[in-house]
């Protein structure tokens, strides 16, 4: 397996990357299973003059009810080595009826300032604790989970 190095980097330095890619976010039970949801609808930026990653996630998505009952964090994972066969996996199954880790053969890393992992092998990490949540309003039943920014990762092989 290739190895990676890991520097942290300023949220702002991959803007480009980060709005145009689809990405994977993993979150977590309280029991410590990681389930992993593939993700368009993100932003990124500076709310209430903190780094903001939000996330809008479906009701009817298990990763909904993992994100409200399990711990209260999420990481953002997006590019790199096979990580577009992990994206079509994710985006296909349910974390209710399969272990998405296992079954997509995802390897993880621990998270340097939150509990919840990171994909080894993406390109960016972004580890996010929630400090809010709040319904989409009117054109969409999506719910927002807001993520302050704890670290960003750069990985490459080393």
């Not at 704890?150 to 080393?158: H, I, S, V």
Request: charged content about 20%; hydrophobic content about 35%; overall charge negative.
């Amino acid at each position: 397996m290739t190895e990676f190095t890991c520097n942290s980097f300023d949220f702002q330095d991959h803007l480009d990357e980060f709005l145009k890619e689809n990405a994977i976010l993993a979150c977590m039970e309280r029991n410590g299973r990681v389930n992993l949801i593939t993700i368009g609808w993100k932003t990124i930026g500076v709310l209430w003059s903190r780094p903001i990653i939000t996330v809008a996630i479906h009701p009817d998505r298990y990763s909904y009810k993992v994100l409200e009952e399990g711990v209260p964090e999420f990481t953002v994972n997006i590019g790199g080595p096979g990580i577009a066969a992990i994206l079509n996996y994710c985006g296909s199954h349910s974390g209710r009826t399969v272990d998405k880790v296992k079954s997509a053969h995802v390897e993880l890393r621990p998270g340097q300032n939150v509990s919840v992992p990171i994909i080894k092998g993406a390109h960016l990490a972004y580890e996010c604790k929630i400090i809010h949540t709040a319904p989409s309003g009117n054109i969409t039943r999506h719910k927002l989970f807001f993520g302050e920014i704890q670290d960003c990762f750069e990985q490459n092989p080393a």
